[in-house]
């Protein structure tokens, strides 16, 4: 019996709170608060349990503090954004709540993916008995579970894991973001990295590609390596790894309008001016962007987002190939959004379940893969993300 406050009214944040209202034995009261109150009383409007709503900044930790002491919350699940994520484990410290995000904190003004401002923070939760859970999305968050789940029942050691992300959905559209716009672009535009006998080797971004043959019917799609943050902890907790590369596919378009985007720097993070204004291009181009949101009715297609391991079992050289494969429209069917923000939104609400229950249990702050992988193996199976493990 928990009461939850989900902060974030976006894609993500619709289908954790949908995702939520499908537990009342386990979230008896859910709030919903986001910057814009009318998007919470739009999801809160298509929630089969009742839901409370409130306008929050969440940058502001007197704010969230205020809020989380009038609603009594004994978790708080963030899918705002990472901007959002310090100000918010604040608020947790100070009112003695449990968090639970999606997304490692970023900084506003450098686009970098690094764990180290949260896991900062590990002391004053120990201290305060409190969990925190970072990065309980699909990747992260799936990944490092499939992951986990893979070293404590198929390897002795794991030696090479490639977490590979392909959306082979289409929306139709000429050039858009499956979540938010900003995020996603500050991302795909890094420098690639991966890890390499116990080191980090940089590649120019998106300059690295392999063709990798997709299950169930979807055939064969081009990869890039990228730098993705759940390859910082699992390089860390899973012992015996000597590479660790993460790769998503996009299609020739998307690179094309990126690429010119890039060219004319519309893809800044820097601020201009622009007739006595500052402004900052990318979020420009984000406000000029479909709302991932929009693309709910539109996408079609699967989504399959899985890790390919190699490592040693019982002496024997083994490779095994754990993933999940997720419908758009039946996605949207279900709770409104496409894929990404399902395959996003159904691993945060378990994490909050895994939370909420004791079946994940620590005073800290943990990354996904710290915990034991099967409660949420199983949880995945009988919530919509259903995984298969094959070897190969
Ligand atoms: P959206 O942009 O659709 O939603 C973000 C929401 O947060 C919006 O409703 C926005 O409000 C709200 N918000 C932003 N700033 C604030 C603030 N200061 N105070 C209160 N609310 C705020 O993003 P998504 O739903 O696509 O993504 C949500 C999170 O999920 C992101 O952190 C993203 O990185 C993460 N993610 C993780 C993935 C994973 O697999 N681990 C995959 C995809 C996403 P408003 O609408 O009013 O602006």
Redesign the pocket.
């Known amino acids: 019996m928990s009461r939850i406050l989900i902060?974030?009214?976006?894609?993500?944040?619709r289908v954790a709170a949908l995702k939520c209202a499908q537990h009342p034995e386990v979230f008896t009261q859910i709030m919903l608060a986001?910057?814009?109150k009318s998007?919470c009383d739009t999801i809160a409007a298509d929630s089969p349990q009742p839901m409370q709503t409130a306008a929050?900044?969440?940058?502001n930790v007197p704010e969230i503090v205020a809020l989380i002491n009038e609603f009594k919350p004994d978790l708080v699940l963030n899918?705002?954004?990472?901007y959002?994520d310090l100000t918010i484990m604040d608020a947790c410290l100070e009112t003695g709540v449990h968090y639970v995000d999606?997304?490692n904190y970023e900084p506003l003004d450098e686009a970098k993916f690094e764990y180290k401002w949260q896991w900062a923070y590990q002391e004053r939760f120990r201290e305060a008995g409190l969990t925190a859970l970072l990065?309980s999305?699909?990747?992260?968050?799936v990944t490092n579970v499939f992951t986990a789940y893979a070293a404590k029942h198929h390897f002795d050691e794991i030696h090479t894991l490639d977490i590979i992300d392909c959306n082979a959905g289409d929306h139709g559209q000429a050039f858009a973001t499956n979540?938010?716009p900003e995020?996603n672009i500050r991302e795909v535009t890094a420098r690639g990295r991966y890890w390499e006998r116990g080191e980090w080797v940089e590649t120019d971004p998106l300059s690295w590609a392999m063709t990798y043959d997709f299950p169930e019917g979807i055939g064969p799609k081009k990869c890039y390596l990228m730098y993705h943050e759940e390859l910082e902890s699992l390089v860390n907790n899973i012992k015996g790894l000597k590479r660790a590369r993460f790769w998503m596919t996009f299609g020739d378009s998307y690179l094309k309008h990126l690429e010119v985007l890039g060219n004319v720097g519309m893809t800044g993070i820097a601020p201009i001016d622009f007739q006595g204004q500052k402004i900052v291009p990318i979020q420009f181009l984000k406000a000029l962007l479909p709302d991932?949101?929009s693309l709910g009715p539109l996408t079609k297609g699967r989504t399959c987002i899985g890790c390919l391991m190699k490592g040693l079992k019982d002496g024997r050289e083994k490779t095994l190939y754990i993933y999940n494969i997720c419908d758009h429209e039946e996605a949207y069917a279900e709770v409104g959004s496409q894929a990404?923000?399902y395959t996003?939104g159904v691993p945060a609400m378990i994490g909050a379940l895994m939370v909420a229950t004791g079946a994940w249990k620590g005073a800290g702050v943990f990354n996904m893969e710290e915990f034991d992988p099967d409660p949420f193996m199983d949880a995945l199976n009988s919530n919509g993300l259903p995984w298969t493990e094959v070897e190969l």
């Open positions: 902060i974030g009214a976006g894609g993500v944040g986001s910057r814009t998007k929050l900044d969440a940058d899918v705002a954004l990472p959002q999606t997304a990065g999305g699909f990747d992260p968050g979540f938010n995020i991932p949101g990404i923000s996003t």
